[in-house]
């Protein structure tokens, strides 16, 4: 492989392949032993006043979310972003894709910043546009591709989010797979359609075998670094679900043994997971959610509860910390955290903020016209779903 074939794209298109990823911070990036951050932070925050909105992905971490004007999962954010127009700078913590969704979603007057280029997310670095035009070509050889809609998760890139806007696809949401595919099988005719799922095959197989009755032998694995995905042409022709090999670096690491460990410790403690998990672990879950189903059922749980959470720590140790009338532990025995939602922390946000003070705007990030129309298309597609999930 060369250098060009790596997938940098959390430091997008036309920037220096060999620069160190995400350590270019012209000017002064302050300490992290600074004691003055807290007040830094607060005061470029009072100096942009409303041309500044700021917006926190559930998974950051406490030292960010605090100057976050909403928090939110990717798609809401992306949503509460358009929500306001008159906002000059968005300030997204969060990571890449998200900042490109919030980009494609506001006016082009708005300027989305990403506190730190390194924030990227290795599922969405899974499928690059290139593979999934191969993996495309390769469905045309194999006489298939006319049966087949693409159906990108949120967590992808741009030009991800692009090709299924071009092909008669639609993105989804955790929270919105399911009516998704029921969406996908009815663009073709009864019985023929096939859903190529990206990025995450977790998310693909959960919601095909545990919500919409699709049988696991219906569901196969496209291999993007395999001629042909690695699979026969008998195995294409049969499959309902082509779930492309991508996966949460976070969530892929939960494990049943973990789930059985906590059930003979804890009897009657409820497991609650994220559908990104791998699927034998969503087996032995009693809930599986999105990011704010999962708050939602924390939310509601009776008092004296006990819980097991299979998502990002971050968001776990707040839960517990906000409902310390419950008892909530994290599904794994290890520090899990998403290393790249990590990577924004205060200094990187008060420099960000600081320079914007000054009148200048750094690590910007915009999706070209072209990409964004396409990607608008299958967004689009996905707001005119019908609202009710199988899981409502
Ligand atoms: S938690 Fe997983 S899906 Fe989310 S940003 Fe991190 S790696 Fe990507």
Redesign the pocket.
Known sequence: MSLVDLPLLPLGKGRDLDAERGVECPGDLPAASDPDLVERARAAKAALGDRLFVLGHH?QRDEVIQFADVTGDSFKLARDAAGRPDAEFIVFCG?HFMAESADILTAPSQQVVLPDLAAG????DMARLRQVEDAWDAMGDAGIQDSVVPVTYM?SSADIKAFCGRNGGVVCTSSNADVALDWAFAQKPAGEAKILFLPDQHLGRNTAVLQMGIGLDECVVWDPHLPSGGLTADELAHARMILWKGH????GRFTEDVVDELRAKHPGINILVHP?CPHEVVLKADLVGSTEFIIKTIEAAEPGTVWAIGT?LNLVKRLADNHPDKTIVFLNRNVCY?S??NRIDLPHLVWALENLVAGQVVNQITVDPETEADALVALQRMLDLPGKSHRD
């Open positions: 998974y990571v997310c290795s599922m969405a967590n949460c670096s976070v969530h990104e990002e998403c790249t939602m």
